[in-house]
């Protein structure tokens, strides 16, 4: 990851990214209806799932549950995320493994062993430079088995500064009806600003979805698309 990224190593922001962002993204329901409805499209019923950047394993947990027969594999350079993901894989017991492991270079392909039938990812991917992005996708594509899928939940850039700060208004709107339903006792600028001037703000290295999506189809990917999209939110993959 960047020395930006190293952010996430610390136990406030990661606690405050699952407690007060990760659990009320917008549409997040809606985004893991589209993960499922697109690993139910594979050949078979997955049975081996990973989840890079797995953070509190929201995605591997729902995928496990969809698919009973599956096994998968959370990875994670973070200890305070990796700690998050244990407690909420508990319930799948052997079948949920947890690997720490930096996307920032190859070497994390040493610790997991392919192929797999899904590689997925949430708010992850966004913290690497561009380049990077473009070799881990490569690498994604070498774990396939084929006919898999790769599914990114993403983080993307907005094509503009205007259509930026849209984003920025909604989702510090978003969060401060959120803490207002909760009795909390905050203005919406105070929720805007803070969101705005977040610690790890300075981690994200946005991508348009655009631009991705071809990385991917060069790569080799079928099928690619942006298949769900709020501002700078995005599901998008392609299959093997």
Partial sequence: ????????????????????RSAVIPDRRRQLEVLL?????????P???????????????TALEAFPAAVGVG??????????????????GTRAALVEADLGGPNWLSAVAGPF??????????????DRKRALYAEIYGLLAEGGAFVNCEHVASPTPRVERFFDEAMGEHL???????????????????YITRPDRAANILASVEEQCG?????????VD???????????????
């Fill in 47 to 61: 049975r081996r799932v990973l989840d890079l950047g797995t953070g509190d394993a929201i995605l591997l947990a």
């Fill in 75 to 92: 990875l994670d350079f973070s200890p305070p995320m990796l700690e998050r993901a244990r407690a909420r894989l508990t319930p799948f």
């Fill in 176 to 194: 401060w009806e959120r803490r207002r339903d909760r009795g909390d006792a905050v203005t919406r600028e105070q929720v805007v600003h803070e």
């Fill in 215 to 223: 990385w991917l189809r060069t790569l080799g990917f079928q099928d």
């Fill in 37 to 45: 409805r697109l690993l139910r499209a594979l050949p078979r019923p």
């Fill in 1 to 20: 990851m960047s020395v930006n990224a190293e952010v996430w190593k610390r136990h406030d922001v990661a606690t405050a990214f699952v407690d007060e």
């Fill in 117 to 130: 039938d899904a590689v997925i990812s949430s708010f992850a991917i966004h913290h690497l430079p561009h």
């Fill in 226 to 240: 942006c298949y769900w999209k709020y501002f700078e939110l995005a599901v998008f993959g392609g299959f093997r």
